[in-house]
């Protein structure tokens, strides 16, 4: 394997439930798992799932904090919305469209966990927005 591969660590109060939404909801590959954390495989990059005795709090705005990914297919991108329409996740923000006809145009949405974890995924119609397009100052939607 040539290529890094993103970890993220993130809180949640059930295992079976986080496996019911990650695995059955969202389409990941389960890994290790013991009673306090589960190993997910989401498009080749390992989530954990902790346990956690804190409460978990909902977030008011989808800013700052979220995770997700960036599809270089747009049909990936459809697949997993479809997906997740399917399974009926709450998605916090619905599909959209944003920066419409500029370079940084792209599509998102974002979903919300049982355990109030956002994630957001995306399309970017030009790949170089990705990282690029630094004469641009637009990000997100405040």
Avoid at 74 to 97: C, V
């Amino acid at each position: 394997m040539s290529q890094p591969i993103f970890h993220l660590a993130f809180p949640v109060s059930d295992i079976q439930q986080t496996k019911a939404y990650y695995v059955h909801g969202l389409g990941c590959i389960p890994g290790r798992e013991s009673p306090h954390a589960l190993i997910l495989n989401l498009y080749g990059h390992q989530l954990v799932a902790h346990t956690t005795k804190e409460p978990l709090t909902k977030q008011r705005t989808i800013y700052p904090r979220h995770f997700g990914l960036i599809f270089t297919q747009e049909s990936q991108w459809e697949e997993l919305l479809t997906k997740a329409q399917k399974h009926q996740l709450l998605f916090r923000d619905e599909a959209k469209d944003r920066f419409v006809g500029s370079p940084l145009e792209h599509r998102t949405f974002f979903l919300e966990d049982p355990f109030y974890n956002l994630m957001e995924f995306k399309y970017y119609r030009y790949p170089e927005a990705i990282f690029g397009s630094y004469e641009y100052t637009q990000i997100g939607d405040r």
